[in-house]
């Protein structure tokens, strides 16, 4: 079976979930960042996960053009979708992860999280500080714990032939 989580990170975050999933995934599943990758074909795959973090309510662009692509064949394809977002209201970030990945649903999901976040004021551009600031004046880190992590793995593997 072939897994591939393909991400979108901005200050690296996304990408230390992507690497913690894949721990749990199997050392096989292949990572793709899309800032590097560039394009992702889902075909070969039997289970893609899609991840990014949320700026100013949306996941970032190079995620939400990724989808727009291949929605199609994704919407195919066992998938689990996660966000990173640092809103303090968990309802907002339940609404972040569920307008997310449009026109992929969550219902049509086999897992889906918000996995942490990670505002860390010392990586950020000068744009970027100013925002979180206005936010988040302390700055904020929350590692995905154990739970949330094998739980979003289970799912995603469950009635999956291995
Ligand atoms: C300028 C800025 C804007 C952000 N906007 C949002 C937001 O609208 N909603 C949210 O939940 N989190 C927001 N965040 C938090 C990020 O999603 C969070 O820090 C995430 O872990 C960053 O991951 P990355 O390093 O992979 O990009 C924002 C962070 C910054 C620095």
Redesign the pocket.
Known sequence: MRKAIVYA???????EVAAALRDRLGRDTELFDLAVAGDVDPEPYDVVVLGS?????RVQRAMRNYVERYRTRLAAKRYGLYI????PDPL??EQ?LRAAYFPLSCEGAAATAVL????RFER?GLV??F??RA?LPEGSVREPSEEELDRFAERLLSGTPS
């Open positions: 990170t901005r200050y690296g975050f996304t990408a973090s949320v700026y100013m309510g990173c977002a640092a809103n907002v970030r972040e942490g976040h990670a505002v950020l970027d500080r925002v979180a936010v």
